[in-house]
């Protein structure tokens, strides 16, 4: 018997092997392998009885040895690897080693699965509002016509798109701390109790602790947690008992989309607006479409929430092609916060006189603040008044951020760091220095301005130790300090009852970005980091602070006028071309030499110009924003149409041609559906 294996290489081909000496080999598991001069990794995803066609069966190499002892994948696994392969343009292979847990053995687990699903009783009682959304959930036909929406959210070339029938999809939309949670959970408790399985999706780690300890409460054994930070064991076990059906509802960030549950029956997408659902690297899925396609498969239902919907939800709800369940209060007590917008021009230092009155109003009440500032280290640019020079990177084309902590200033990118010089490197002027001001500046502000109150930073520094960040949250909760500041791991979806101000610090660091998402990310990040304010009292208090107290994404959040921003936005959107009423491909090449990437950009220009149709276009070539990322310089290309197909096609035969005479010294990333053009 030959086997079929796919690698996780940027190859699409599958390679035929010969079973190995003991006949362990088999359709779902995983093998080692001579590929060319190596030994890798190869999943084996077919079976045949005979050497492919025009190949002498002792050319076929054999397999070395095999992995695991039973299948951890399945058909299922295998066809959602060769459709985001297929629509992704990646490695059938890559897709797979994205999906399957790395670990190479199972640590021991008891299955603890009942006989029955023994769910929790909970004393909540919902709201009408709620009532209607979980009606509407567990109906057996969506409101409105979910065709469109698929093409807007689980797009591709036509032929991809065919499904056995369409799932149904809602959006549970409602400001912050409505209920939308309780909703979740309720639909799960209902699929469960049918016998289906779900899956609910949490934007990033740092969330998943709090919605795992409401669903563990809930569901006990027959729930579990799956994310990036466990080791390759532990997540392989949980992917076994998972695959065998020991477990029946699954919580996680990206990655958990493709746990291999039994009978899905829901998905669940929290904080559907959030950009971590989209992947950084190849395969660059969105976990958004691969559950449309999950669902889609099984004809199960998706649901999906939050209080700032992306751009492109919000058109398909105001369509009519995505079904919108609204929670317009809060059921805690609690009350819209009063938002207030602080220019900063003239203030001296990271807090306005009106933001440090507040803070010390809040503490005389025995409340709590969240200060806010999505900017990590103590300031972030170094730059000359005498000659102009700045401090930048010497392995990419961004500025150096300085750590105080450290000592150092240090590249976010690429990890260079270097002692910051006590005069200008260019004209020796003594007038150098940093500027702007990140989590660390605030942190030394806020102390030195409160000494008697405790103060906890909350950013990608400070909680790199495994388990901090949940230890700092845990003791926020209990009341044990009193000023947490820190980036958006402390602006989305928790929940803190003891919270009265949150304060944004700088509110325009996103607007500066070249990307035409900016406005959306700063109107959202302002109304979700403000819906931690005021949840259990009706006397929230928000202050924005910002040097554009005019921009329109500040002035809608601040005035909770989410229907005048998106209004406005789609506007803009349509006016301009981008999505959701167009689509687009980003090509992204990049090189150790600046002349071959300007080489390879300019073939691939060539070849897309001539496979486009007329009615799209490309924005290109050119240098990406961030022209150059750990000594490679990059280049991009920007394909827009407004129909995925036409360009996907081209975009497929372009990428063919160009391999036939690569660069070789030259990688080319493709981005199908980009959330950030950076």
Same mark, same amino acid.
């Given at each position: 018997?030959?086997?079929?294996?796919?690698?996780?290489?940027?190859?699409? =081909?599958?390679?035929?092997?010969?079973?190995?000496?003991?006949?362990?080999?088999?359709?779902?598991?995983?093998?080692?392998?001579?590929?060319?001069?190596?030994?890798?990794?190869?999943?084996?995803?077919?079976?045949?009885?005979?050497?492919?066609?025009?190949?002498?069966?002792?050319?076929?190499?054999?397999?070395?040895?095999?992995?695991?002892?039973?299948?951890?994948?399945?058909?299922?696994? &295998?066809?959602?690897?060769?459709?985001?392969?297929?629509?992704?343009?990646?490695?059938?292979?890559?897709?797979?080693?994205?999906?399957?847990?790395?670990?190479?053995?199972?640590?021991?687990?008891? !299955?603890?699965?009942?006989?029955?699903?023994? &769910?929790?009783?909970?004393?909540?009682?919902?709201?009408?509002? =709620?009532?209607?959304?979980?009606?509407?959930?567990?109906?057996?036909?969506?409101?409105?016509?979910?065709?469109?929406?698929?093409?807007?959210? =689980?797009?591709?070339?036509?032929?991809?798109?065919?499904?056995? =029938?369409?799932?149904?999809?809602?959006?549970?939309?409602?400001?912050?701390?409505?209920?939308?949670?309780?909703?979740?959970?309720?639909?799960?408790?209902?699929? /469960?109790?049918?016998?289906?399985?779900?899956?609910?999706?949490? %934007?990033?780690?740092? /969330?998943?602790?709090?919605?795992?300890?409401?669903?563990?409460?809930?569901?006990? #054994?027959?729930?579990?947690?799956?994310?990036?930070?466990?080791?390759? !064991?532990?997540?392989?076990?949980?992917?076994?008992?998972?695959?065998?059906?020991?477990?029946?509802?699954?919580?996680? #960030?990206?990655?958990?989309?493709?746990?291999?549950?039994?009978?899905?029956?829901?998905?669940?997408?929290?904080?559907?607006?959030?950009?971590?659902?989209?992947?950084?690297?190849?395969?660059?899925?969105?976990?958004?479409?691969?559950?449309?396609?999950?669902?889609?498969?099984?004809?199960?239902?998706?649901?999906?929430?939050?209080?700032?919907?992306?751009?492109?939800?919000?058109?398909?709800?105001?369509?009519?092609?995505?079904?919108?369940?609204?929670?317009?209060?809060?059921?805690?007590?609690?009350?819209?916060?009063?938002?207030?917008?602080?220019?900063? !021009?003239?203030?001296?230092?990271?807090?306005?006189?009106?933001?440090?009155?507040?803070?010390?109003?809040?503490?005389?009440?025995?409340?709590?603040?969240?200060?806010?500032?999505?900017?990590?280290?103590?300031?972030?640019?170094?730059?000359?008044?005498?000659?102009?020079?700045?401090?930048?990177?010497?392995?990419?084309?961004?500025?150096?951020?300085?750590?105080?902590?450290?000592?150092?200033?240090?590249?976010?990118?690429?990890?260079?760091?270097?002692?910051? %010089?006590?005069?200008?490197?260019?004209?020796?002027?003594?007038?150098? *220095?940093?500027?702007?001001?990140?989590?660390?500046?605030?942190?030394?502000?806020?102390?030195?301005?409160? %000494?008697?109150?405790?103060?906890?930073?909350?950013?990608?520094?400070?909680?790199?130790?495994?388990?901090?960040?949940?230890?700092? /949250?845990?003791?926020?909760?209990?009341?044990? &300090?009193? &000023?947490?500041?820190?980036?958006?791991?402390?602006?989305?979806?928790?929940?803190?009852?003891?919270?009265?101000?949150?304060?944004?610090?700088?509110?325009?660091?996103?607007?500066?970005?070249?990307?035409?998402?900016?406005?959306?990310?700063?109107?959202? /990040?302002?109304?979700?980091?403000?819906?931690?304010?005021?949840?259990?009292?009706? @006397?929230?208090?928000?202050?924005?602070?910002?040097?554009?107290?005019?921009? %329109?994404?500040?002035?809608?959040?601040?005035?909770?006028?989410?229907? *005048?921003?998106?209004?406005?936005?789609?506007?803009?959107?349509?006016?301009?071309?981008?999505?959701?009423?167009?689509?687009?491909?980003?090509?992204?090449?990049?090189?150790?030499?600046?002349?071959?990437?300007?080489?390879?950009?300019?073939?691939?220009?060539?070849?897309?110009?001539?496979?486009?149709?007329?009615?799209? @276009?490309?924005?290109?070539?050119? @240098?990406? #924003?961030?022209?150059?990322?750990?000594?490679?310089?990059?280049?991009?290309?920007?394909?827009?149409?407004?129909?995925?197909?036409?360009?996907?096609?081209?975009?497929?035969?372009?990428?063919?041609?160009?391999?036939?005479?690569?660069?070789?010294?030259?990688?080319?990333?493709? @981005?199908?559906?980009?959330?950030?053009?950076?």
């Amino acid at each position: 018997m030959y086997l079929d294996l796919v690698f996780d290489v940027p190859l699409q =081909q599958r390679f035929t092997y010969a079973q190995d000496e003991k006949g362990e080999a088999a359709l779902g598991k995983r093998v080692m392998a001579p590929f060319g001069r190596r030994e890798l990794l190869g999943y084996v995803i077919g079976e045949r009885e005979e050497a492919p066609e025009g190949v002498a069966p002792e050319a076929i190499k054999k397999i070395r040895r095999v992995v695991d002892k039973e299948a951890i994948f399945g058909t299922e696994e &295998i066809e959602l690897a060769l459709w985001m392969a297929s629509y992704y343009l990646c490695g059938t292979g890559e897709a797979l080693a994205t999906m399957i847990p790395s670990g190479r053995r199972e640590t021991g687990s008891e !299955s603890l699965l009942d006989e029955e699903v023994q &769910i929790a009783e909970t004393a909540l009682a919902l709201s009408d509002e =709620q009532r209607h959304a979980l009606d509407a959930i567990l109906g057996t036909t969506a409101a409105g016509d979910s065709t469109e929406a698929a093409t807007m959210l =689980q797009p591709g070339p036509k032929q991809e798109q065919a499904s056995p =029938q369409r799932p149904s999809m809602f959006y549970l939309y409602g400001i912050t701390g409505s209920g939308k949670t309780e909703v979740f959970l309720r639909a799960a408790e209902a699929m /469960l109790a049918a016998g289906k399985s779900v899956i609910y999706l949490v %934007p990033e780690i740092a /969330l998943t602790h709090q919605v795992e300890e409401a669903v563990q409460r809930r569901f006990g #054994p027959v729930a579990t947690t799956i994310h990036s930070a466990m080791t390759g !064991s532990a997540r392989l076990t949980e992917w076994g008992r998972i695959r065998r059906g020991e477990v029946r509802i699954v919580v996680g #960030p990206r990655s958990a989309v493709f746990a291999p549950v039994q009978n899905l029956g829901l998905i669940i997408i929290d904080e559907e607006h959030d950009g971590s659902y989209k992947s950084g690297n190849t395969p660059r899925y969105h976990a958004r479409q691969v559950a449309f396609k999950r669902c889609a498969h099984h004809g199960a239902t998706l649901v999906m929430g939050s209080a700032t919907p992306s751009a492109e939800a919000w058109k398909l709800m105001e369509e009519g092609t995505i079904t919108r369940l609204a929670l317009s209060r809060r059921l805690s007590g609690g009350a819209p916060p009063n938002i207030k917008i602080v220019d900063l !021009s003239g203030t001296e230092g990271c807090l306005s006189d009106e933001l440090k009155e507040e803070i010390r109003e809040t503490a005389r009440l025995g409340r709590q603040t969240i200060l806010f500032m999505n900017r990590r280290g103590f300031s972030y640019f170094y730059h000359c008044r005498q000659c102009g020079y700045e401090l930048t990177c010497k392995h990419c084309s961004v500025s150096l951020t300085y750590h105080k902590q450290l000592g150092k200033a240090v590249c976010h990118y690429c990890g260079y760091s270097v002692v910051p %010089p006590r005069a200008c490197p260019q004209c020796g002027s003594l007038e150098a *220095g940093f500027a702007g001001f990140g989590t660390e500046m605030i942190e030394e502000e806020v102390q030195r301005t409160f %000494p008697d109150l405790r103060v906890r930073r909350a950013d990608a520094d400070s909680t790199s130790k495994k388990g901090s960040l949940r230890e700092t /949250l845990d003791v926020f909760r209990a009341g044990g &300090i009193d &000023i947490l500041l820190g980036t958006q791991m402390v602006a989305k979806g928790l929940n803190f009852p003891g919270v009265r101000l949150v304060g944004v610090v700088l509110a325009d660091t996103a607007l500066h970005l070249p990307d035409f998402r900016a406005a959306e990310r700063t109107f959202s /990040l302002i109304v979700q980091v403000a819906g931690r304010a005021g949840r259990y009292f009706p @006397d929230g208090r928000v202050l924005v602070q910002t040097f554009r107290p005019q921009d %329109p994404a500040i002035t809608y959040a601040c005035s909770a006028d989410i229907e *005048g921003f998106y209004h406005h936005e789609l506007t803009q959107r349509k006016d301009l071309g981008f999505p959701p009423y167009t689509r687009l491909i980003r090509i992204t090449v990049r090189s150790k030499q600046a002349e071959q990437a300007d080489q390879a950009i300019q073939k691939l220009a060539g070849l897309l110009k001539r496979e486009l149709p007329k009615d799209s @276009d490309i924005l290109g070539p050119a @240098d990406c #924003p961030i022209s150059i990322i750990a000594g490679n310089y990059r280049k991009q290309i920007i394909l827009r149409g407004h129909a995925m197909t036409a360009i996907h096609r081209a975009v497929q035969r372009a990428i063919s041609l160009y391999e036939e005479k690569k660069i070789s010294s030259v990688y080319v990333e493709i @981005d199908v559906d980009p959330v950030q053009l950076l």
